[in-house]
């Protein structure tokens, strides 16, 4: 059981928009922990693709974008592409588990 | 560039112990802790605890903290993750990764470890 809460699973046409949510309680995103997103392509490494709530890292496209609000956190991706599909995780920390890292359990997009 | 890359894949019998390592290169290893998470088969990130690379002090997930032992050879810009007594539900893919300002980047590419008599 993981400690945030995704979909397991969102779909998208190419080119549309889609949105992954990150539910959290007051003891994580509540707290104003990071959030952070990671995309993990099959049989690889998870990448960040999102820190600090809403930043990029260089040579992530601007069709990545995050937010956050409360105790949930979201990332959205516009203009979809078939690289596209991948598992996203969002990470952040937990102070009623002294500051450990905490995943949601991923959410698979699937590019239609 | 910023790299991390990890040893290869072992395979294990119940009640061994296994010891992954993670190369550290592109950027000062003391400066940063490395942190060890794994991914069991189809399942999400477990946290197992960090490292400092700059004094060495180990931070264990609770869930871990008896059977896991973090290492580092700063001459070798290497850190160590072992675990003991491994039993079949320890099979998974272990990876570590670098503690950018609470943001971790990079990942090694991963050490897949199988427990099984």
């Known amino acids: 059981q993981s400690v945030l809460t995704q979909p397991p699973s969102v779909s998208g046409a190419p080119g549309q928009r889609v949105t992954i949510s990150c539910t959290g309680s007051?003891?994580?995103?509540?707290?104003?922990?990071?959030v952070n997103w990671y995309q993990q392509l099959p049989g690889t490494a998870p990448k960040l693709v999102i820190y600090?709530?809403?930043h990029r890292p260089s040579g992530v496209p601007d069709r990545f974008s995050g937010s956050k609000s409360g105790t949930s956190a979201s990332l959205a991706i516009t203009g979809l592409q078939a690289e596209d599909e991948a598992d996203y995780y969002c990470?952040?920390?937990?102070?009623?588990?002294?500051?450990?890292?905490?995943f949601g359990g991923g959410t698979k997009l699937t590019v239609l | 560039q910023v790299q991390l890359v990890q040893s290869g894949a072992e395979v294990k019998k119940p009640g061994a112990s296994v010891k992954v390592s993670c190369k550290a290169s592109?950027?000062?290893?003391?400066?940063?802790?490395i942190y060890w998470l794994r991914q069991a088969p189809g399942q999400g990130f477990e946290y197992l605890g960090w490292l400092s690379a700059g004094n060495g002090a180990p931070i264990f997930s609770q869930r871990f903290q008896d059977r896991v032992t973090f290492t580092k050879d700063t001459s070798a810009n290497t850190a160590y993750m072992e675990l003991t007594s491994l039993r079949s539900e320890d099979t998974a893919v272990y990876y570590c990764a670098r503690n950018n300002w609470n943001r971790l980047d990079p990942w090694g590419q991963g050490t897949l470890v199988t427990v099984s008599s």
């Open positions: 990470q952040s920390q937990d102070s009623s588990l002294s500051g450990e890292v905490v």
């Open positions: 007051s003891s994580n995103i509540g707290a104003g922990y990071d």
């Open positions: 600090g709530d809403t």
């Open positions: 592109g950027y000062t290893f003391t400066s940063y802790p």
